[in-house]
């Protein structure tokens, strides 16, 4: 077991906590009872695993939770949100979207890249696009969104920061077909997904986090299974799980996640179709549809792997786990 992995789950464990709680408890005496800390040490522990004290971190994902649901919400109230990510009321909530986004929460047009520009720039990826320009392009390519179900699956995951424009993600992708190899498992059998726990839009991004990790289903059916079959037909049994010391030896963490419905959009070709399809999503899709953003990552399912089809070119669903409001 490499020596840090146990605090670096601990600390993993208590961010994924503050993400699926904002509008709930999240003092210094109940994260470090989630992490199994003492309170007297816990936040110097979170400062040195995150770069970040505990009382910012909470505040900044806070900030970008709402920034979040007015996107994606813009029928829903200033106040309704402030109140819905843990703030006491709008005053609060007005003084701190200014201090952290060097504008007010009214004077936002609720569309446009929300990044503070004396330290952020949104990856050249994520350019701005019309609403026109997004319709077109759904027409143009017979684009559909589709609400799709997964079931219960382990992820077994690396978490990496800041890691728009690096060759991390490259090269934890490599590391994690090794492992599969080396453990016996088809890649067949199981699907790799990427999770993105920060908008690079809203998020600094030296602060932007990418969960890197492969999914183990834990039973058949949904959209995993429909991934697993098409490349193996349906006869074949589910992988073998991997344990907690399994992971800890290679240095990864494991969550196990439960069953949901999400907003798909089945992506095939440059990054160019994908960032489209997150934009079209978000944008369009989502305020429209009856549905907000669950307390989960937005996910890219890999439908084929870059041994089959390279690095320039993906096959991918494009995926929002949602429940209705």
Same mark, same amino acid.
């Given at each position: 077991?490499?020596?840090?992995?146990?605090?670096?789950?601990?600390?993993?464990?208590?961010?994924?906590?503050?993400?699926?709680?904002?509008?709930?408890?999240?003092?210094?005496?109940?994260?470090?009872?989630?992490?199994?800390?003492?309170?007297?040490?816990?936040?110097?522990?979170?400062?040195?695993?995150?770069?970040?004290?505990?009382?910012?971190?909470?505040?900044?994902?806070?900030?970008?939770?709402?920034?979040?649901?007015?996107?994606?919400?813009?029928?829903?109230?200033?106040?309704?949100?402030?109140?819905?990510?843990?703030?006491?009321?709008?005053?609060?909530?007005?003084?701190?979207?200014?201090?952290?986004?060097?504008?007010?929460?009214?004077?936002?047009?609720?569309?446009?890249?929300?990044?503070?520009?004396?330290?952020?720039?949104?990856?050249?990826?994520?350019?701005?696009?019309?609403?026109?320009?997004?319709?077109?392009?759904?027409?143009?390519?017979?684009?559909?969104?589709?609400?799709?179900?997964?079931?219960?699956?382990?992820?077994?995951?690396?978490?990496?920061?800041?890691?728009?424009?690096?060759?991390?993600?490259?090269?934890?992708?490599?590391?994690?077909?090794?492992?599969?190899?080396?453990?016996?498992?088809?890649?067949? %059998?199981?699907?790799?997904?990427? &999770?993105?726990?920060?908008? /690079?839009?809203?998020?600094? +991004?030296? $602060? =932007?986090?990418? *969960?890197?990790?492969?999914?183990?289903?834990?039973?058949?059916?949904?959209?995993?299974?429909?991934?697993?079959?098409?490349?193996?037909?349906?006869?074949?049994?589910?992988?073998?799980?991997?344990?907690?010391?399994?992971? %800890?030896?290679?240095?990864?963490? &494991?969550?196990?996640?439960? /069953?949901?419905?999400?907003? +798909?959009? $089945? =992506?095939?070709? *440059?990054?160019?179709?994908?960032?489209?399809?997150?934009?079209?999503?978000?944008?369009?899709?989502?305020?429209?549809?009856?549905?907000?953003?669950?307390?989960?990552?937005?996910?890219?399912?890999?439908?084929?792997?870059? %041994?089959?089809?390279?690095?320039?070119?993906?096959?991918?669903?494009?995926?929002?786990?949602?429940?209705?409001?």
């Amino acid at each position: 077991m490499r020596r840090n992995q146990h605090y670096q789950d601990r600390v993993n464990r208590v961010l994924d906590y503050i993400s699926e709680h904002l509008g709930g408890d999240l003092s210094l005496a109940r994260l470090s009872a989630v992490a199994c800390f003492s309170p007297f040490h816990f936040h110097r522990i979170f400062q040195g695993a995150t770069g970040e004290t505990l009382n910012s971190h909470v505040r900044r994902v806070r900030l970008e939770r709402a920034a979040l649901l007015m996107k994606t919400s813009p029928q829903e109230r200033i106040t309704d949100i402030a109140l819905k990510v843990g703030f006491s009321g709008t005053a609060e909530f007005s003084r701190a979207f200014k201090n952290h986004f060097e504008r007010t929460a009214s004077s936002w047009d609720r569309r446009s890249p929300l990044e503070k520009s004396k330290i952020c720039k949104a990856p050249e990826m994520l350019s701005f696009h019309t609403e026109e320009e997004l319709k077109r392009w759904k027409a143009a390519n017979n684009v559909r969104a589709r609400i799709l179900r997964f079931n219960a699956f382990r992820y077994v995951y690396a978490r990496i920061f800041a890691p728009y424009g690096s060759s991390r993600l490259v090269e934890r992708y490599h590391a994690l077909t090794a492992w599969l190899t080396k453990r016996r498992t088809d890649l067949r %059998e199981i699907v790799f997904i990427g &999770m993105s726990l920060d908008d /690079p839009s809203i998020t600094p +991004s030296e $602060h =932007c986090r990418y *969960d890197l990790g492969i999914a183990f289903p834990q039973e058949r059916g949904g959209i995993l299974g429909d991934i697993i079959r098409s490349r193996v037909g349906p006869a074949r049994a589910v992988a073998t799980l991997p344990e907690q010391s399994e992971c %800890e030896a290679q240095g990864l963490t &494991m969550r196990d996640l439960t /069953p949901g419905q999400a907003v +798909s959009i $089945h =992506c095939v070709g *440059d990054i160019t179709q994908e960032e489209r399809a997150w934009h079209y999503l978000y944008r369009i899709w989502l305020p429209s549809s009856g549905f907000v953003p669950a307390d989960l990552p937005a996910m890219e399912l890999f439908v084929r792997l870059p %041994e089959e089809i390279g690095w320039q070119t993906f096959d991918l669903e494009t995926c929002i786990p949602v429940v209705r409001y």
